[in-house]
Each structure stands twice: as structure tokens, then as C-alpha cells.
């Protein structure tokens, strides 16, 4: 815990959050341009506010008291409605696990497949506390670089496949990257995945991490993944899409074909237990299980998307184009040696607030989150400028 606590790129990102609260304290809101955390700043649905309304407002008898570990049977049923809508297959409630968020589903499923010394793949750029996720049951996480463009390098992928693979961990649309896994990359994934598990006599999991899929640009689409590899799980949460994420309210749903699911959905509802979450909380179960489909206008993230890059390109900065999510991935200026964490900390000197790329597996990049005022985008122009021409 100590080497984690003393590394350079444990926790950045709240700390930069921290730090942009530090600033604004100092030189006020609208001097201070802080990109550093993906907090949504839209607000939830009407809808999601009025099933808050209705549920806080129970009265009856043990309206507050434990459920099963797998959380309410209307919960776990509306969230298998969700998916089958999602992955194009008939799912029951019985596949589906309620969460601590994302994050704890995430850990739930680790805990679940991981015995010590086990890998787990994953395409870098990654989320940044995925490795945590992972070492926390004893695996290794084992990063993938995808390809110029971000999109996934299957060779690369096959390459890193051993006999202690438990899992590939995919993310779409990527955080920090907004790259969106096309249906053909996810086939070709799931090919690979099944080939290795009849050489290596264990098949690994597809765990597919999709706090985003709801927030696409263009018209794109996240490709199902039951449909393409029976062993597959998906975790999600209600954070971005709904914009509730300091409600913790997630689930996890295993592929109904997958080989030995049910077996794995009992060692998840175990894993609840045994990490201490018990149940996802209780109240925003009632929430989500009422208002998951509430209509959502994610048109705002991408006029910011556009208005962002107008302001890269006019600092001379190159980026990754997202399709999806709110992040852009931006490379390092010439003349930085592509040293991401030295050029972030250059950033603060303009008050602006960015995650370094080494942080999430891309040495060479930054991360910018867009989901903040439009007044902060807009304002930040010039201080980008100075940052990059002196």
C-alpha cells in the first residue's frame, strides 16, 4: 500500500480534483479551467427525480431493510429488460447482479474469477484504477497497446494470451479515449478468445466495462457482445448516462449462454458479501429499476465535444476524435519528450486542470474531460495558447 500511496500516478485525477477546488477557492470559479475528473454536470431526468421522490416518500414496513445480496428481484429484473434491449438477447433477472456502481461490480467480478497469479488483459489506454481492481484479488494486470488509432489490435491481444489468462477487460466507449470497439473488432476479439480457451482448456472471460454506452456522437453504436462470445459479462452503472454518480448505484449481468454463468453469478452474489458492499444500496435500486429508461439529451457533451477540439486546434494540439464518452485524448506538444506528467504540471501554471496520459497506460498524452461549462471551455482558449506558444 505504501509504493501504491508514494507512486507518481496513484490517484492523479482526484488529486487534480482536489487541487482545481484549491484554485478556484483562490482565483475564482471563472479563472480556473479544470478538466481533471469525469463528473457529469448535466443533470439527472426528470424521471429519475421523481422516482426519488416516490421511493423517499415509502413508508411501509421494512422499506429499509437488507434485501437479497443480489438486490430486489425488480431491480434485477429491470436491469435484465435493459441488456436484452442492449445485447440483443432474452435475459433474466437471474443473470443479473446489482452493484456499488461500476467500480464495485467490477471488483465483484475479480474477485469472482481471479485466483492469485491469474492475468487479466487489457487494451491501454485503460481506465486508471483498473490495475487496482485487479491486483486487489491477487491477478496481474497485463496491458495491450491498441493500435495508432486506438482501435483494438487483435494480434497484440493474442500475443499476450497465456494459461493464467482469466479475463480480457474492454471498455467502450474507452475512458480516456472515447474510442467506440466496432462489431467487427469485437467478432474478431471473441474468435481469438475462443480459439485460445480449446488450445490453453480455459476459456477467458470477456468482461466489458460500459458506464458510457449510452453517450455516442454521430450515430454510433456499442456493438453487443453476448451475441459474438458466450462467456462474457457486462458491468455498468447509472453515473454518466443518468448523471447520479455519487449514488453508487451499478449492476453486473452475465451472459445467459455463458459456460458455468450461473456458477458465476452465485460466486458474484458471494463476492458482495465477502468485500463488505452486502447490496447496492437500497433507495436508488427503487430509483433505476423505475427511471432507467428515462429519456436523456446527450446533445450538450457533444456541442462541447466540438467546441473543445475548436480550442486544441486552435492551441495546435493534436487529439484522438471521440466517438463517444466525454474525454479528449490529447498528444503532448513537440518538445516535451512526450513526458505527460512534466506538461500537466506545466498546465497548472494556467490554471488548467488535466490528467496526465501515463496514468491510464498513455505515456505521451493527456486526458481533458469536457463534462464542464461551456463558459469553462470557451474561456480556456487563450490560457491554452500561452501554454503551448509561451
Same mark, same amino acid.
Given at each position: 500500500m505504501k509504493e501504491l500511496l508514494e507512486s507518481t500516478s496513484a490517484g492523479v485525477i482526484r488529486k487534480m480534483f482536489e487541487e482545481g477546488?484549491?484554485?478556484?477557492?483562490? !482565483?475564482?470559479?471563472? +479563472?480556473?479551467?479544470?478538466?481533471?475528473?469525469? +463528473?457529469?454536470?448535466?443533470?439527472? /431526468?426528470?424521471?429519475?427525480?421523481?422516482?426519488?421522490?416516490?421511493a423517499a416518500a415509502d413508508k411501509s414496513?421494512?422499506?429499509?431493510? !437488507?434485501?437479497?445480496?443480489?438486490?430486489?428481484?425488480?431491480?434485477?429484473?429491470?436491469m435484465a429488460e435493459k441488456t436484452a434491449a442492449e445485447q440483443g438477447v432474452p435475459v433474466s433477472a437471474e443473470n443479473v447482479v446489482m452493484s456499488v456502481g461500476a467500480a464495485g461490480a467490477l471488483t465483484t467480478v475479480m474477485k469472482a474469477i481471479l485466483n492469485p497469479g491469474d492475468e487479466v488483459v487489457v487494451p491501454c489506454p485503460y481506465f486508471a484504477e483498473y490495475g487496482h481492481y485487479v491486483r486487489n484479488h491477487g491477478g496481474n494486470l497485463v496491458c495491450v497497446r491498441t493500435k495508432p488509432d486506438f482501435s483494438l489490435d487483435i494480434a497484440a491481444i493474442g500475443g499476450a494470451l497465456t494459461e493464467r489468462t482469466a479475463a480480457v477487460l474492454i471498455n467502450s466507449p474507452n475512458n480516456p479515449t472515447g474510442r467506440i470497439y466496432t462489431r467487427q473488432e $469485437?467478432?474478431?476479439?471473441?474468435?481469438?478468445?475462443?480459439?485460445?480457451?480449446?488450445?490453453?482448456?480455459?476459456?477467458?472471460?470477456?468482461?466489458?466495462?460500459?458506464?458510457?454506452?449510452a453517450i455516442t456522437y454521430g450515430g454510433a453504436e456499442v456493438?453487443?457482445?453476448? /451475441?459474438?462470445?458466450? +462467456?462474457? $459479462?457486462?458491468?455498468?452503472?447509472?453515473?454518466?448516462?443518468?448523471?447520479?454518480?455519487?449514488?453508487?448505484?451499478?449492476?453486473?449481468?452475465?451472459?445467459?449462454?455463458?459456460?458455468?454463468?450461473?456458477?458465476?453469478?452465485?460466486?458474484?452474489?458471494?463476492?458482495?458479501?465477502?468485500?463488505?458492499?452486502?447490496n447496492a444500496p437500497a433507495l436508488f435500486q427503487k430509483v433505476v429499476a423505475r427511471s432507467w429508461n428515462a429519456p436523456c439529451d446527450y446533445s450538450l457533451y457533444e456541442r462541447r465535444c466540438r467546441e473543445i477540439r475548436e480550442v486544441m486546434d486552435y492551441a495546435g494540439l493534436e487529439y484522438a476524435v471521440p466517438e463517444g464518452a466525454f474525454y479528449l485524448f490529447v498528444k503532448v506538444p513537440d518538445g516535451w519528450n512526450g513526458d505527460d506528467m512534466a506538461f500537466t504540471e506545466h498546465l497548472k501554471r494556467f490554471n488548467i486542470l488535466c490528467a496526465p496520459g501515463s496514468g491510464f497506460g498513455g505515456t505521451g498524452w493527456f486526458r481533458i474531460s469536457y463534462c464542464v461549462s461551456e463558459r469553462t471551455i470557451l474561456n480556456s482558449r487563450d490560457a491554452f495558447y500561452k501554454a503551448v506558444h509561451g
Open positions: 477546488a484549491a484554485l478556484k477557492r483562490k !482565483y475564482g470559479e471563472d +479563472n480556473v479551467f479544470d478538466f481533471s475528473i469525469g +463528473n457529469p454536470d448535466l443533470e439527472p /431526468p426528470p424521471e429519475v427525480l421523481s422516482a426519488l421522490v416516490a414496513h421494512g422499506c429499509h431493510g !437488507y434485501m437479497p445480496n443480489a438486490g430486489y428481484l425488480e431491480a434485477r429484473a429491470a $469485437v467478432a474478431e476479439l471473441a474468435g481469438l478468445l475462443c480459439g485460445h480457451g480449446r488450445k490453453a482448456g480455459r476459456t477467458p472471460w470477456l468482461v466489458c466495462d460500459e458506464p458510457y454506452r456493438a453487443p457482445v453476448f /451475441p459474438a462470445y458466450k +462467456n462474457a $459479462v457486462v458491468v455498468t452503472s447509472f453515473a454518466k448516462n443518468l448523471s447520479i454518480p455519487g449514488e453508487r448505484i451499478g449492476y453486473l449481468c452475465v451472459n445467459p449462454a455463458a459456460e458455468d454463468g450461473a456458477e458465476l453469478a452465485a460466486a458474484c452474489i458471494l463476492a458482495t458479501r465477502i468485500l463488505g458492499f452486502v
